[in-house]
């Protein structure tokens, strides 16, 4: 019985190495087409129509990583970067995926537009770096908002209820800083109001 799982165990190993065995139909014309599957992914997951500004392919052993730039059609004051390329899995089986920085670079914009020229509350911009094969390295911010007064408290939850109204993608997240004490909240429809009260309140435990 063991002789079998292992004779099963290494032909799948073999399938994954010698075949790709696991990408799928999908897999397949999204790799013909990345610019084309991003466009139609993110027409359906963001409601948004994306227009290319740039495109250049990298190749190594792995296959083509595809690296883009996107602005939304209807606000040209959003852009962001993409790439699509082939993840290969433990025993060779290979995925066809894409990573973008757009939730990122819309939740800077939603949070600038909240709090850049508030003088009760800091906006600090944070640079994050995400790999993701030898080609594609992401760079977007991380906003921190630190409070001067914690009294300012019940302000910034407002606002914040504010942002999670209006917001357009599925969660906007943020961390919210007061002296050494530092909190993260995310804002999407799974996470109460009173939720992101208590969590903001923890910072008066410093």
Not at 59 to 68: A, I, P, Q, R, S
Not at 100 to 116: P, W
Not at 164 to 178: A, G, H, L, M, P
Not at 191 to 198: A, M
Request: aromatic content about 10%; charged content about 30%.
């Amino acid at each position: 019985m063991k002789k079998k799982f292992l004779i099963i165990f290494i032909l799948l190993i073999t399938c994954g190495i010698l075949t790709g065995c696991g990408e799928t139909e999908e897999d397949i014309k999204c790799a013909e087409d990345p610019d084309k599957c991003i466009k139609e992914s993110f027409k359906r997951t963001n409601k948004k129509e994306i227009e290319l500004v740039s495109k250049e392919e990298k190749e190594d052993k792995y296959g083509t990583t595809t690296l883009l730039n996107y602005k939304l059609k209807d606000d040209e004051s959003i852009t962001f970067e993409a790439c699509a390329y082939w993840e290969v899995g433990v025993i060779g089986t290979s995925t066809y995926k894409y990573q973008s920085t757009y939730q990122e670079v819309y939740t800077e914009k939603i949070l600038k537009k909240h709090f850049a020229n508030s003088s009760k509350f800091i906006f600090v911009p944070k640079q994050s770096s995400n790999q993701h094969n030898n080609f594609c390295t992401l760079i977007s911010n991380l906003i921190t908002i630190e409070i001067k007064d914690i009294n300012d408290i019940s302000e910034l939850y407002n606002e914040l209820l504010l942002i999670k109204d209006e917001k357009e993608i599925f969660s906007v997240s943020t961390s919210v800083k007061y002296q050494n004490k530092e909190v993260y909240i995310s804002l999407n429809d799974n996470i109460s109001n009173e939720e992101v009260l208590k969590r903001l309140e923890e910072l008066k435990n410093t």
